[in-house]
């Protein structure tokens, strides 16, 4: 009887050892059945109102020689704000010599004192842009993605001054 029973006892241990070895090791993995216990958490993220803005260069050329007609181009400021954020853009004066509010100057580079007098619109040929909200800015409604604005820059038929490069530098502000 012995017999029997002895290789029962090899047996069931050895599926019992097998089935041990098919569990994940480590406390977590243990089974327990005295009950359980849950909680709750939030997740959570807080969106404020934010714009970014971007503005690609605005060139007149590189070959411009008498001033005596209009010199039109245009480039693009883009405004990202958040869904439903209203905001208003704004460009200064810019760095040439004797520029103020709307009035704009390109200035010669080097020793070179003359200037250029140009214009920037928000639409063409009208609405002078400035940096003025409620006044000469550009309003919108963000919607989340990036918006693009044309600005359109102007050089007025002027005296001509002597040959070289001009510039100034805009600075455009997104208020929100």
Do not use: E, H
């Not at 939030?42 to 007149?60: E, G, R, S, W």
């Not at 954020?85 to 100057?105: D, E, F, M, P, W």
């Not at 309003?139 to 001509?160: D, F, L, M, R, W």
């Amino acid at each position: 009887m012995l017999r029997v029973i002895f290789p029962r006892l090899i047996v069931a241990a050895s599926v019992a050892v097998a089935a041990t070895a098919l569990l994940p090791r480590g406390a977590d993995a243990a089974v327990y059945l005295n009950g359980s216990a849950t909680t709750t958490f939030d997740v959570t993220l807080k969106i404020i109102a934010n714009c970014t803005i971007a503005a690609a260069n605005l060139d007149f050329g590189q070959s411009q020689g008498v001033l005596a007609t209009a010199v039109n181009v245009n480039t693009t400021v883009n405004v990202t704000c958040t869904n439903t954020t209203l905001y208003n853009v704004g460009l200064n004066a810019g760095t040439g010599t004797g520029s103020v509010g709307t009035t704009r100057y390109l200035s010669g580079t080097g020793a070179n004192t003359s200037t250029v007098q140009f214009n920037l619109f928000q639409a063409a040929g009208a609405t002078v842009w400035g940096n003025t909200q409620g006044t000469d800015t550009y309003g919108g409604t963000g919607n989340g993605t990036s918006q693009p604005i044309t600005v359109y820059g102007q050089v007025p038929p002027q005296s001509t001054p002597m040959p070289d490069t001009y510039k100034s530098t805009i600075t455009a502000t997104v208020y929100f």
